[in-house]
């Protein structure tokens, strides 16, 4: 077959936002999760998810262009694309689509041109507040957020915990855990190993909410702090999709705060999307414009990890690649 004519895919490239917000939709109203008691006509699906049947019949089709659903003589049904946006399932991204697709992302990257122009990210321009500031009010969508980085911790959690060298280490600091996933996995691996999540406050009421749905609820501590004021004393501290959120003076804080922290022997596990020094095929380009638009972060090279650990008395020692789209950074007291 002959590859498709570069202006097909240029075509593909420009109208790619239109697949996202057709993703976005099908993700908030359910309709994977509608299908998943098996395939439907238009108007039992229409019905079902609560729109008109006519725009819905256009949205299936587009859906099935892209390989999402397909039809089975008159019904429809989802295929294994389209079982990633139900709710609850192992490898699920349906809060994901939902949160790249509302307000507090989609409007950011609107202005994607200022971002260009101006070096500076776009959320107070387009949103009027910070990102975290818009999640507060609009608390559906900072949900479906917190999911979708939920999720993203589960697609590298069992990963890290088979991972990571843990001999000897009793205490594990999972530094902005959120709800704990990453924490939650780690502990199950290291039965005599204890935990602490260390997130905000409001965070972390929902963080100790999460965590006591799992076996190792009765190892961990939830702690509501600051991680730029300090962290609490760890053998191992995790930073997953921390440090790619800030600058790197920020991230000095952070680091440096781990490093006092840190027991003797003890390391610290980051866990980010490294940028290929090659140009290769990777999501960290991509989500290293996200970051421009959204917040003054980053994603870095392995070079600019070692700038950057460097400054905080750390040194990598291992860096190891994964199934997902993360990297496991491996540092210690240098």
Known sequence: MNDPHP????????????????????AELGVADALAGGPRTTRELAERVGVDA???ERALRAAASVGVVRLETDRWATTPLGDTLRSGTKGSLRDMAIAQSAEGHWLPWGRFREALRTGTRQTLGALGAEIWDHYA?????????SGAMRDLSALVAGEVASTLR???AKRVVDVGGANGTLLAAVLGANPSA??????LPHVAEGGRAALDQTPVASRCEVVGGDFFDRVPDGDVYLLKQVLHDWDDDKCGVILRNCARG???????????????????????QLMDLNMLVMLTGRERTRAEYDTLLG????????????HSPFQIIEAVAS
Do not use: C, N
């Open 7 to 26: 202006s097909q895919l240029m075509f593909k490239m420009i109208t790619g936002y239109w697949v996202t917000q057709l993703v976005g939709a099908f």
């Open 194 to 199: 204890t935990g602490v999540l260390l997130d």
């Open 166 to 168: 843990l001999e000897g």
């Open 137 to 145: 009010k609009h608390p559906s969508e900072g949900r479906a957020f």
């Open 311 to 322: 400054a905080a008395g750390l040194r990598i020692e291992h860096v190891h690649e994964t």
């Open 262 to 284: 840190l027991g003797r022997g003890g390391r610290v596990a980051i866990v980010e999307m490294i940028v290929p020094d090659d140009l290769r095929p990777s999501p960290a």
């Open 54 to 56: 006519g725009a819905l």
